[in-house]
């Protein structure tokens, strides 16, 4: 069992910048690939960014590339992402996920592939 909670949403104008973390408990933390989603109201839960298990490898979808980077640090069992240039249609919860995985260059990006989820944190941004 892997237990992930979110944090570092909030208000921010159209332009500006958050860092969500990630913080990982239970199994070890290394061994998964990691993943941030997010969910807009009316709309279905879509993939952001995922990063492999050593931090080598990372993929975003088209929406956040340049924008968005995602990071982690496996001596402290997180997981970031610093959001810049932010819109209003980035508006949504935004979730972490962790994919057990043998690949350790894999960067899941599908809902399915993911084991485990956080409950979310708001990021809201206004114009």
């Known amino acids: 069992q892997v237990q992930l909670v979110e944090s570092g949403g909030g208000l921010v104008q159209a332009g500006g910048s958050l860092r969500l973390s990630c913080a990982a408990s239970g199994r070890t933390f290394s061994g998964y690939a990691m993943g941030w989603f997010r969910q807009a109201p009316g709309k279905e839960r879509e993939f952001v960014a995922a990063i492999s298990q050593s931090g080598t490898n990372t993929y975003y979808a088209d929406s956040v590339k340049g924008r968005f980077t995602i990071s982690r640090d496996n001596a402290k069992n997180a997981v970031y992402l610093q959001m810049n240039s932010l819109k209003p249609e980035d508006t949504a919860v935004y979730y972490c996920?962790?994919?057990?995985?043998?690949?350790?260059?894999?960067?899941?990006?599908?809902?399915?592939?993911?084991?485990?989820w956080g409950q979310g944190t708001q990021v809201t941004v206004s114009s």
């Open positions: 996920a962790a994919d057990y995985t043998i690949n350790s260059y894999y960067t899941p990006s599908h809902l399915n592939e993911y084991d485990y």
